[in-house]
């Protein structure tokens, strides 16, 4: 096996230089935390199975990137990445450095409820990003429906103008609204996704 990539800690200032339209900012950092703040055009990844998913299809193979998390998961999560293809792995910084690159360049991201949802129809489309099996179940009427794992070669099918975001949980929709906004999109995720809405339509006796 070839060696894993050794990448280079990252302070504030490089950090904030790093394009993120042509370089791979990947944060692993709570979602709360990257939607309150983040290095604008870096894309949101949740841990776990769903991290490789959504690396695997959100990045092209030949892009370098950057990781967003702290010293003891560079090793793991570079591996990861490789695994899943991608393995021009090139630099990491921890919170505390994104902490202090967001002084000088930042970006947040908008979360809304279930119960927002019909009055924010209003002014945005509805996309979502739950797969084909999942909207055939159960869908919000009015939606498109892209695979937040198609996204980023499906991007012509996404509508103009302001989205709002939804999956199941809320968890695929977020990762897929950082991707919708390095690609120039205004997003809004859906917090709690299909599940919460129907909950939420349940309780009002619709």
Request: net charge negative.
């Amino acid at each position: 096996l070839e060696a894993l990539p050794v990448p280079e800690q990252l302070d504030a200032d490089a950090l904030v230089a790093v394009d993120t339209a042509a370089t791979a900012v990947l944060d692993l950092r709570r979602w709360q935390d990257f939607r309150h703040g983040h290095l604008p055009g870096s894309l949101y990844l949740v841990r776990g199975p769903m991290m490789l998913a959504a690396a695997g299809s959100f990045v092209e193979p030949q892009e370098p990137v950057v990781l967003i998390c702290e010293a003891h998961e560079v090793d793991a999560s570079t591996r990861a990445l490789v695994r899943s293809g991608l393995d021009h792995v090139v630099g990491w910084a921890d919170a505390a450095t994104v902490h202090a690159a967001l002084q000088q360049r930042s970006a947040t991201t908008r979360e809304i409820s279930v119960g927002e949802v019909a009055s924010a129809m209003a002014d945005a489309s509805l996309l979502d990003v739950r797969s084909t099996a999942e909207h055939e179940a159960a869908s919000i009427d009015g939606g498109t429906l892209v695979p937040h794992t198609r996204l980023l070669e499906r991007m012509d099918q996404v509508p103009d103008g302001d989205l709002l975001v939804l999956c199941a949980g809320g968890v695929r929709s977020a990762m897929a609204c950082s991707l919708l906004e390095r690609a120039g999109h205004t997003v809004t995720n859906i917090a709690g996704g299909m599940h919460a809405y129907q909950r939420h339509l349940q309780h009002a006796g619709t």
